[in-house]
Structure formats: structure tokens, C-alpha cells
């Protein structure tokens, strides 16, 4: 079968066909696919079958102090309940392949590690090890005892990385960069991870994203990303008095000017479900100084990126956010269920939604489950009910 048959394509092209008349498109106005935890490699199955039965009475015990607010949160992010090795089974190659492939949406995790050295010796396989198990799944430890950002899902638990530091992943994106240079922007959602799994004695002590780390964390996509290669939040804002206004007079630049660049959303801890509005990210209430935009609500003043996961609940609220000029990020499957049941319901709800930004965990035919579900972009008559296609302006 032919490459481009199955890619995961940009959806750009698919977009300027159904409307000849978008000659200075911005880059609200398309729509990518990506990858979820797109660095990871799959973790080792014994690792699961250790902590499964640990963090299931932990996840009982949570459950059941929940309050209804709560539990309904908890639904719309975990919609099929929250099974860690069905979560877990998928399999992305490096960043190499996946942006061939052409997708345009990349995500990461990262955590803060001043010192170095934090994340080496994960405490599972201390454990398992010292059970007698050797023949654990190998996983790259090259610049882990430095300091620095360190790329990876779950401390202790799914660590295995095809970049275990920012640095690495950085230089990858770089170098493929250059290599095409009139590449269309790409998404890059980085993950501020500020909690671990305390669960054993020797469990990784995660440490918090505080402003020093946040200040680190943009010195560090400036100088292995480079601020050429970057599209900023002072990019959209302009001489507007705030990032939302910029956005709701569709201030984004113009697709044909983001040729070769990156576009970062950060997403604060608690992958970005608890409120943005006193994150020490924003500089007096601002993000004019930061290299990354931040996830918020409608009502911020630095609203711009919303993530809104679940597209099946949200499919109304997502439209009307995209009409509104706002970047949304949303996925066409939640931990591996639509695989596993060969369901594209979420899909089309996410495609048909609007939101830019479409991440999926199977991007290509040949999935864990030997199921026919992968994701790729609808074709040119499905655009007809996407309101993208009345946003150009």
C-alpha cells in the first residue's frame, strides 16, 4: 500500500480545495492530525502487571471520595473508565517517521530535573530486578544525568522514551526542520508533568512547575529549537491590549508565513484540567514575554488554545470556539477504546467539530488490537458542516 495512501496527511491542501477564495489563510483556519505522548515507547509489560493491581485500589479509593462534579469531570476525560495497560497500547515510531508521514501534531511530556539524574534508576525495575528479572525492556538513558528537562508519561512506570530529555527531542525537530525547510507548522503540545506515583519506597519524587522551572523550560526550546523557528504569543498579539482580542480579530499569521516554524501549547499539571488564570507561567497576567501559549477558557485574557478532549460532549462548544477565532485541540480517541472496538464515532465528531488540532494514538493501519481503525483526515465533500470552512476572512 502506498504511503500517501494511509498518511495521516495535513489537511491544508484538502482545505484551499474546498475553498478556492482562502488566498491568506491562517493557521486557525486548517486542521492537522497528531499523535498523543508521541515520544513514548510502548512500557515494559511486567512493569504493568506490578503496578496494575496497585494503582486500581488507589483509583477505587479516589473514586469513592469523589464528588459528582468531580466524577462527571473524571467521565469526559476517562469516558471508558481507566484501564492503565488497555491505556497504554499503542506503539509510535520516532519523530522522524511521523512528520513524514505528515503529521503536524506532536505532543510531549516533560519533567523538571535541575539536578540530573532524577529519573535513571526508575523504582520498578530496582524491584523487579532485585525479584531476579533481567530481561526487561531496554530503555535510552543518554542524558538523563544531566540537568534538564527529561521526556517521558509516567515516573517509575512508563518511562521508556525515544527522547529521554527535551534536548534530544529539540535537536530531532531541528534537524528535521532544516531538512524541509517549507514544511507546514507544526503543533507541539508540551505537557508540564508535576506529580508522580508515589507508590513504592523508592518511588521518583516529582518536583513542581514553579516560574523558575517555566523560565527554564522556554530557555531551553529557545536555544535547541531556535527563536526563528518559533511562532510566539507577542506573534498573535500585536498591538492588540490583549491575546484574546488579537484572536477574536483573527490576528493569527498567515499560513503561507509559518512556513518552517513550530507552534507551542503548554499544558500546565493535571494535563492542563485545572484552571490556567494564577499559573506562575503567565507573567502579570500575560503570556506577551513566554514562548508557548497557554491552555485556558474563553473568558481569559490570554485565551487562545483550549483543549477540549472529549469531542463527542463538547462538539457544539467546539464549534462555536473555533468561530470565534480560538485554537482547539481535541482527540479522535480516548485511551486506545476506539481501537480495540473499531469505533470512528469520536473521530468524526472530532474532525467535524472544527478543532485544529486532532491527536490520535493510531495515525496508520496495523494497530495493537489487529482491528481496521486508524485516523486520517475526512475527504473534501466531509468539509461541508466543518465550520473552518466559513472562517476565511
Same mark, same amino acid.
Given at each position: 500500500m502506498k504511503k500517501n495512501i494511509y498518511s495521516a496527511a495535513f489537511c491544508a491542501a484538502a482545505l484551499l480545495q474546498a475553498q478556492d477564495k482562502c488566498q491568506n489563510i491562517r493557521i486557525n483556519q486548517v486542521q492537522v492530525v497528531g499523535t498523543h505522548n508521541s515520544y513514548a515507547q510502548p512500557a515494559d509489560p511486567r512493569v504493568l502487571d506490578l503496578v496494575t493491581p496497585i494503582l486500581n485500589g488507589m483509583m477505587q479509593k479516589y473514586s469513592s471520595s469523589m464528588s459528582e462534579e468531580q466524577k462527571a469531570k473524571f467521565k469526559e476525560y476517562h469516558p471508558y473508565g481507566m484501564d492503565l495497560k488497555e491505556g497504554l497500547n499503542y506503539n509510535h515510531p520516532d519523530f522522524n517517521e511521523q512528520l513524514n508521514s505528515n503529521l503536524r501534531g506532536l505532543e510531549i511530556d516533560v519533567y523538571y530535573d535541575p539536578e540530573g539524574n532524577r529519573f535513571s534508576n526508575p523504582a520498578t525495575y530496582q524491584i523487579l530486578k532485585a525479584k531476579g528479572i533481567t530481561d526487561l525492556a531496554p530503555f535510552k538513558t543518554e542524558g538523563l544525568e544531566q540537568p534538564g528537562f527529561k521526556v517521558l508519561h509516567m515516573a517509575d512506570i512508563d518511562f521508556r522514551s525515544h527522547y *529521554?530529555? &527535551?534536548?534530544?527531542? =529539540?535537536?530531532? &525537530?531541528?534537524?528535521?526542520?532544516?531538512?524541509?525547510?517549507?514544511?507546514?507548522? +507544526?503543533?507541539?503540545?508540551?505537557?508540564?508533568?508535576?506529580?508522580?506515583?508515589?507508590? !513504592?519506597?523508592?518511588?521518583?519524587?516529582?518536583?513542581?512547575?514553579?516560574?523558575?522551572?517555566?523560565?527554564? &523550560?522556554?530557555?531551553?526550546?529557545?536555544?535547541?529549537?531556535?527563536?526563528?523557528?518559533?511562532?510566539?504569543?507577542?506573534?498573535?498579539? @500585536?498591538?492588540?491590549?490583549?491575546?484574546?482580542?488579537?484572536?477574536?480579530?483573527?490576528?493569527?499569521?498567515?499560513?503561507?508565513?509559518?512556513? @518552517?516554524?513550530?507552534? !507551542?501549547? =503548554?499544558?500546565?499539571?493535571?494535563?492542563?484540567?485545572?484552571?490556567?488564570?494564577?499559573?506562575?507561567? =503567565?507573567?502579570?497576567?500575560?503570556?506577551?514575554?513566554?514562548?508557548? !501559549? #497557554?491552555?485556558?477558557?474563553?473568558?481569559?485574557?490570554?485565551?487562545?488554545?483550549? #483543549?477540549?478532549?472529549?469531542? +463527542? +460532549?463538547?462538539?457544539?462548544?467546539?464549534?462555536?470556539?473555533?468561530?470565534?477565532?480560538?485554537?482547539?485541540?481535541?482527540?479522535?480517541?480516548?485511551?486506545?477504546?476506539?481501537?480495540?472496538?473499531?469505533?470512528?464515532?469520536?473521530?468524526?465528531?472530532?474532525?467535524?467539530?472544527?478543532?485544529?488540532?486532532?491527536?490520535?494514538? !493510531?495515525?496508520?493501519? @496495523?494497530?495493537?488490537?489487529?482491528?481496521?481503525?486508524?485516523?486520517?483526515?475526512?475527504?473534501?465533500?466531509?468539509?461541508?458542516?466543518? *465550520?473552518?470552512?466559513?472562517?476565511?476572512?
Open positions: *529521554p530529555t &527535551l534536548k534530544d527531542a =529539540l535537536t530531532h &525537530l531541528r534537524k528535521w526542520s532544516d531538512l524541509h525547510p517549507d514544511h507546514s507548522p +507544526i503543533f507541539m503540545m508540551i505537557e508540564a508533568k508535576d506529580s508522580g506515583f508515589p507508590v !513504592f519506597e523508592n518511588s521518583t519524587k516529582v518536583l513542581p512547575f514553579d516560574k523558575a522551572a517555566y523560565d527554564a &523550560l522556554d530557555e531551553e526550546i529557545l536555544n535547541y529549537l531556535g527563536k526563528d523557528k518559533i511562532i510566539m504569543p507577542k506573534d498573535v498579539q @500585536g498591538n492588540y491590549n490583549t491575546l484574546k482580542e488579537a484572536v477574536m480579530h483573527n490576528n493569527w499569521p498567515k499560513l503561507k508565513e509559518s512556513k @518552517g516554524k513550530f507552534i !507551542f501549547m =503548554l499544558l500546565p499539571g493535571s494535563a492542563g484540567t485545572l484552571s490556567s488564570k494564577n499559573n506562575p507561567y =503567565l507573567i502579570k497576567g500575560s503570556l506577551k514575554e513566554r514562548v508557548m !501559549f #497557554l491552555n485556558s477558557e474563553p473568558d481569559d485574557s490570554f485565551a487562545a488554545f483550549i #483543549l477540549r478532549d472529549n469531542a +463527542i +460532549i463538547r462538539q457544539k462548544e467546539i464549534r462555536d470556539l473555533v468561530k470565534q477565532g480560538f485554537m482547539v485541540r481535541t482527540r479522535s480517541d480516548i485511551e486506545t477504546y476506539e481501537a480495540k472496538t473499531n469505533d470512528f464515532t469520536r473521530s468524526k465528531a472530532a474532525f467535524s467539530s472544527g478543532a485544529q488540532i486532532i491527536s490520535t494514538d !493510531f495515525f496508520r493501519p @496495523g494497530n495493537t488490537y489487529n482491528t481496521p481503525y486508524f485516523v486520517q483526515p475526512p475527504q473534501q465533500k466531509d468539509y461541508v458542516n466543518n *465550520p473552518l470552512n466559513n472562517s476565511c476572512k
